[in-house]
């Protein structure tokens, strides 16, 4: 009972104290866990409090290229592309590792993330856990490697045609802030189980969870030397390394659309396969037979986290008839939404990231009240927090309301907890405004005919559509985007798939008679 009570009544100044002093601060480089070769470090700052929580090895550019070099031989050289049993154990051995320090990895996710502690029991922490590494390593043995076409051949000769599936080689792993630990699992569990060797590299506001995981890889795990390397830096310069040299085979990023079109143009020279789950726009349709109480609860949804979701429904597309009533309705729910320090389990809506992020929200919201938007509740900092968070990066959840769907407010991912509520007069009209976006990540749509739902949701041009609350998500499941929302899929068959190439292989057979 002391522990459940002390869980409910820390705050985040010492959960920030309890992730710095379990967290690795090292770098895992070709199987050893070393500081930077300059002793460089750069600070992890808690988005809760803006305090620091502590420091980690800031990479240079002889440390990334020596961690892109241990991924190079440990593909080439070694048999870790061809030992699927290795590879089945090594992750199976991780798996074991990360669930025996769950606790720790919830302690640095509320910490460096600014994640509310209760997003860690589901789609933050728990979820991928269960999943992620599982789900591919079942594949190294179920997945068809190989299969034989019948026939081919002219003038009388006969083949066999064998097509195989091969690991592309080295792969770059970027991952994001916001669900940092998900994306992670969620991109080395395919990329090894595939028989790929990895350079991660984490984003700088949340290094710790992934130096947590290059140590237990060290000290707990079968994996080569080189097959996995973390490699943290606050470098633009460093991380472009990624990109541009021609030892790395295929980038794998998850984050914003501006820097997935950055990452396109450096790869081009050397032409690397490039998987990109980049930003959306998400809309969520409430058509005129919806329950008001369900749209009601699906809208909160975009405080989850503080809106920092890519695919979240951050714009409401409501049919006419309900358009006030539901306005009215929403405006009150954001109003009265918790905001406040992610360590305590009540808590919705915690900080962004950043104070830049902050800013960008903000900015984003005045320019919509300059742009014409109609402010029904937010728009600012949350007033009265208490003192240890007022240096925090927080933002009150807000509704606008926009008649005109072409508004900068209305089609610009804002990742922040911003909701834009705009009406329409029927069907057609909500699947023309929904596909109406330079985005098509997710999207939900709300009846109460399932067969009428999914009818709209077959017409919408985005990756993945929850209908009546539907849930897409999992580790089986491909999610990825339509149109500037990226290219590929991460999870599933599919995800799988992104890490391999494919090669056909002809052999001559006797001439018949």
């Known amino acids: ?195 790929n060797t990895v350079v991660l590299k984490p984003d700088p506001h949340t290094p710790w ?41 295929l980038i794998s990023f998850t984050g914003s659309t501006a820097v997935g079109r950055a990452l396109l143009r450096h790869g081009a020279g050397t032409m690397k396969r490039t998987f990109l789950e980049l930003g959306g726009k998400s809309a969520l349709i409430v058509l005129d037979d919806a329950k008001p109480e369900h749209a009601l609860r699906s809208a909160i949804g975009v405080c989850v986290h503080a809106g920092q979701a890519c695919a979240a429904t951050s714009r409401m597309l409501v049919h006419r008839s309900m358009f006030d009533d539901l306005v009215t309705a929403v405006g009150a729910a954001f109003a009265a939404v918790p905001v406040g320090d992610p360590a305590l389990p009540e808590t919705l809506v915690g900080p962004v990231i950043s104070a830049s992020a902050r800013t960008r929200v903000l900015d984003a919201c005045a320019q919509a009240v300059r742009d014409g938007a109609r402010l029904v509740t937010g728009g600012g900092r949350p007033a009265d927090l208490p003192a240890h968070l007022a240096d925090g990066h927080f ?45 098509g990540l997710a999207g939900a749509v709300l009846s109460r005919s399932d067969d009428r739902g999914m009818g709209i949701a077959r017409r919408l041009r985005t990756g993945a559509v929850g209908v009546n609350g539907g849930m897409f998500y999992g580790a089986d499941a491909p999610f990825g985007g339509y149109k500037n929302s990226g290219i590929g899929r991460q999870c599933g068959i599919e995800g799988f798939q992104q890490y391999l190439e494919t090669k056909t292989i002809g052999s001559r057979l006797p001439r018949q008679s």
């Open 1 to 195: 009972m002391s522990d459940v009570v002390e869980e409910r009544t820390a705050l985040s100044p010492e959960w920030g104290r309890r992730a710095a002093a379990q967290a690795e601060f090292r770098m895992l480089i070709d199987g050893q866990l070393t500081e930077s070769s300059s002793g460089a470090t750069f600070d992890n700052s808690s988005p809760a409090t803006g305090l620091v929580l502590g420091t980690t090895a800031a990479a240079g550019e002889p440390d990334m290229r020596r961690a892109i070099d241990a991924a190079r031989r440990a593909f080439d050289d070694t048999t870790w592309s061809t030992d699927s049993a290795l590879r089945r154990r090594c992750l199976e051995q991780l798996q074991r590792a990360l669930e025996s320090e769950l606790e720790q990895l919830r302690t640095e996710l509320v910490a460096e993330v600014g994640c509310p502690v209760l997003t860690t029991h589901n789609a933050q922490l728990e979820w991928p856990l269960a999943q992620a590494l599982r789900y591919p390593a079942g594949l190294i043995d179920d997945f068809a490697w190989e299969r034989v076409l019948d026939g081919g051949g002219l003038f009388g000769e006969r083949n066999k045609r064998t097509v195989v599936q091969e690991p592309v080689g080295v792969v770059a792993a970027i991952c994001p802030s916001n669900f940092p630990l998900e994306v992670i699992l969620n991109k080395l569990g395919p990329a090894l189980a595939a028989g």
């Open 209 to 249: 969870n992934a130096t947590r995981l290059g140590r237990l890889i060290a000290e707990r795990t079968d994996f080569p030397p080189g097959v996995v390397n973390v490699v943290t830096t606050p470098s633009n310069a460093v991380a472009e390394l990624l990109a541009t040299d021609p030892r790395v085979d």
């Open 395 to 439: 933002v009150e959840p807000t509704v606008f309301v926009a008649e005109d769907p072409g508004t900068a407010i209305a089609q610009d991912e804002i990742f922040g907890p911003v909701l834009v509520m705009i009406p329409f007069d029927d069907d057609d009209e909500a699947v023309r405004i929904a596909n109406d976006s330079a985005f």
